[in-house]
């Protein structure tokens, strides 16, 4: 998979972005169902902890907000993917905040910022937007903001620091590498 981080948008592709951001809304309405997952990875001996969680709007012009967290030795990512019901433009928008130090229960308990803002579009090219250190990202600065906002207002909402760190802290996620092999992986 090949990971595009652009540092300056044009003109269109920015107002295309902060169109994209102003449909989410501020405040969501789920229905009652959701589903959470979690698991461990093992890839070339390099191993990684997850949860996602996913939940349904309610009479919005969104299907799904899936929350994911995901932690290995290197860093931990926190993604948080909004679909559209109806993907004329755009598919689905994802925001991401990633941080190479704390451990997952300490992330989740802070307001991180959103590094990365990419949206999928029906019949176009998807659109990114990543922070870039050395570069000047004035210009780009609202959409980060406002990203932020959304981040940060769907992470109240799914009561992430409750139920994220609840998952992260049960026994078969703190399985040790030997254990994980021993037992095919996550159980």
Sequence with gaps: MTVLNVCSL???DAHALATALGKIPPTPSFITDFEIARGVSTQHEARSRWVRMRREFSGTIFSTAQYALSADERAVAETLVIRSREPKDVVQMSLEAT???GRPEEVVASDTPVNRIRIERSGGASIVLAR????DQNATEPLFSTARQIFRGYRKVLDIRHTITA???RPDLHATKSQAGAHGGAR
């Design 10 to 12: 044009s003109d269109t």
């Design 99 to 101: 941080v190479t130090a």
């Design 132 to 135: 870039c250190q050395n570069t």
């Design 167 to 169: 998952e992260l802290s």
